[in-house]
């Protein structure tokens, strides 16, 4: 164990698996409970909202912060992803010191076969994220359950704003029978109404300005949604997009919560959410709305 100190004050961090194991074993007692927050790092204020839920709700909490290779399609996303560990410590230390941090290297997770696990999650892979991203989502099941069966958690939890991931994560842990609670947190989002994301870090001051025109939309979209089709939104948010140059949209789709399979005509007792893909130079954003 490797112990931050930061201000005085001591945090637990790991950076491989049978230390981290060894330390949870001697800490918990049989009725108490894990909270696990998995990152990628470049903590934001939605990161350390999970943290505080989690916090709340157990007797221990862990953050693992990891880059996992093998939910990137893109190289160059994957080179690009911010990496600010010294960062990120400091802010679970002022906002818990007693959180434990999981900072493992490739090898210490793929034990150098870094390789996807496939994944079965009904066909809600085969959408949005699924079809843009290819070998994203057995990716994120591979790393997940990995990160699953070392800590070992009560609960886990996940930020809606990666809502389809959420939906992945409770497929796979039901269908591996895996004893975890997972748990859905509400979308943090920046002064403009911008979704928190750690690839925001990468957009200039302009273009993080510009992008609040995401959620602006989502919000149209979702008063749009009461008097008309699936199909007249999706060609309203297209015609928003098309004329402006700074904005790539890739997607946006109307799904039903639960399958996430698209919708044609509404039905009433369904649950519809609005989801969105947009590139701002190179830079790739997701968004989501309920539009209940
Ligand atoms: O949402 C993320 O940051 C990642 O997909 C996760 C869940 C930490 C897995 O690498």
Not at 138 to 143: A, E, L, P, R, S
Not at 231 to 249: A, H, I, Y
Request: hydrophobic letters at 40%; glycine letters at 4%; aromatic letters at 10%.
């Amino acid at each position: 164990m490797f112990a931050l100190n930061f201000n005085k004050i001591t945090m637990p961090i790991f950076y491989g698996k049978v230390a981290l194991v060894e330390f949870l074993n001697s800490v918990k007692s049989t009725d108490s409970t894990i909270g696990f927050v998995p990152t990628m790092g470049a903590l934001h204020q939605g990161h350390l909202s999970l943290m505080q839920q989690s916090l709340a709700e157990n007797q221990h909490t862990v953050v693992s912060i990891f880059v996992n290779p093998t939910q990137f399609n893109n190289p160059e996303d994957l080179e690009k992803y911010p990496r600010t560990l010294e960062e990120d410590t400091k802010k679970i230390a002022s906002l818990d010191p007693s959180i434990i941090v999981y900072a493992p290297s490739v090898d210490d997770i793929y034990e150098g076969n870094v390789v996807s696990q496939n994944f079965d999650y009904d066909g809600l892979e085969n959408q949005m994220e699924g079809k843009f991203r290819p070998g994203h989502f057995n990716g994120v099941g591979t790393i997940v359950k990995r990160l699953f069966e070392i800590v070992k958690p009560t609960n886990a939890y996940f930020g809606e704003k990666d809502f389809q991931q959420l939906q992945i994560v409770k497929k796979m842990v039901s269908k591996n029978h895996l004893d975890v609670k997972i748990i859905g947190c509400p979308i943090f989002r920046e002064a403009n109404g911008l979704a928190m994301s750690s690839r925001n870090e990468r957009l200039t001051t302009q273009e993080r300005d510009k992008a609040s025109i995401i959620y602006k939309t989502l919000l149209e979209a979702k008063e749009q949604f009461k008097t008309l089709s699936c199909e007249e939104v999706k060609q309203w948010v297209k015609s928003v997009f098309d004329p402006n140059t700074m904005f790539d949209l890739e997607y946006f789709e109307i799904a039903d919560e639960e399958t996430l399979i698209p919708c044609s005509t509404i039905l009433k007792d369904k649950n519809y959410r609005a989801f969105i893909a947009v590139f701002v130079n190179n830079i790739r954003l997701i968004d989501t709305i309920s539009l209940k």
